[in-house]
């Protein structure tokens, strides 16, 4: 399998607060990676999608919501590369946006109420033990060939930061840009901003990854609420940077992430003279599962 050549330039961000406090401040574009297989969703799906091929499995079976970044980025990756996609859905059968294009992908979806969901290897057994080419891929690609794929993401830089920061849902990213700082013996601290509320379970899922005890910074007071909560004030920071950047951020994760960066700029937490890098995890398309909210939050 020929992956695709990766666009995800580094781009300096400018705004008079950088200048004041004498940083500089970048964004990594994994969301220019592809419109729906977009950001960390392609670097965790990448050696997954290579190990199936080397293996013959040409059916890739994963699991997600109906706003799932990943089921979005698998049907669009699955039908590129080759690949027959099916999804287990949490949830009675309703039809998303992103189910939709799930669906044009030719991705084949099966509802499951969340007792159901819960077990997914026996889902899987359930329905696949009898067809030699299917093959699991867990919710949100997480695993080993996930913390590879988002090493990738250090290797890559064309210059060096002193900070990277990351959105973690479940951590696999955050802990693939720490092993790649590691593997590139670079000297960056990678900071980690829980998108969800007591997000401690987080560090044993990074953890996992490590021999040793992992170095990075855990900020878990950027949630706004938890997981898919908002705040008038996240929405007025969104709108306000997608419209002098050009760069759209969503509510759930690169949102909270940046606002993270921000705020962190504000409390003087940087030395001065030091540079950022902010990684764009992509996931845009999650945005139309908030039409209503956004809308109303923006000032005319
Ligand atoms: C899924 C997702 C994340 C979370 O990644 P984890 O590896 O689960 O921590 C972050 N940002 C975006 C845009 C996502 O879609």
Not at 27 to 33: C, G, L, V
Not at 58 to 76: D, E, K, R, Y
Not at 107 to 118: E, G, Q, S
């Amino acid at each position: 399998m020929k992956a695709f050549d990766i666009n995800s330039p580094e781009e300096e961000l400018f705004d008079p607060l950088f200048k004041e406090k004498n940083l500089r401040v970048f964004i990594k574009r994994d969301d220019m990676i592809h419109p729906f297989i977009s950001g960390n969703k392609w670097r965790k799906l990448k050696y997954n999608l290579i190990d199936a091929k080397a293996a013959n499995k040409n059916h890739i079976v994963t699991f997600g919501g109906c706003w799932s970044n990943h089921l979005l980025a698998t049907a669009c990756a699955a039908a590129r590369f080759g690949f027959k996609s099916t999804a287990f859905v949490r949830g009675e059968d309703i039809n998303t946006d992103s189910l939709l294009f799930c669906r044009l992908f030719g991705m084949k979806l099966i509802f499951v109420d969340r007792t159901a969901y819960r077990d997914k290897p026996a889902l899987f057994a359930a329905h696949f033990s009898d067809d030699p080419e299917a093959i699991f891929i867990d919710e949100g690609g997480a695993g080993e060939n996930a913390v590879k794929g988002c090493a990738e993401i250090i290797t890559e830089l064309k210059t060096p930061f002193d900070h990277i920061f990351c959105a973690a849902g479940t951590g696999a990213t955050s802990a693939g840009l720490i092993k790649g700082i590691g593997m590139n013996q670079v000297n960056m601290t990678c900071h980690v901003i829980p998108v969800l509320k007591g997000a401690d379970f987080l560090k044993e899922n990074i953890k996992q990854y490590f021999l040793t005890e992992p170095d990075y910074r855990f900020h878990d007071s950027y949630h706004f609420g938890g997981y898919a909560k908002t705040t008038p004030a996240l929405f007025e920071f969104i709108n306000h940077f997608s419209a002098s950047t050009g760069i759209l951020l969503d509510p759930i994760y690169t949102g909270k992430m940046m606002y993270a960066v921000y705020d962190l700029i504000r409390q003087d937490y940087f030395d001065p003279g030091a540079t950022i890098v902010a990684l764009h995890t992509g996931g845009l398309f999650g945005l139309l599962g908030m039409k209503e909210q956004i809308s109303a939050s923006i000032v005319a």
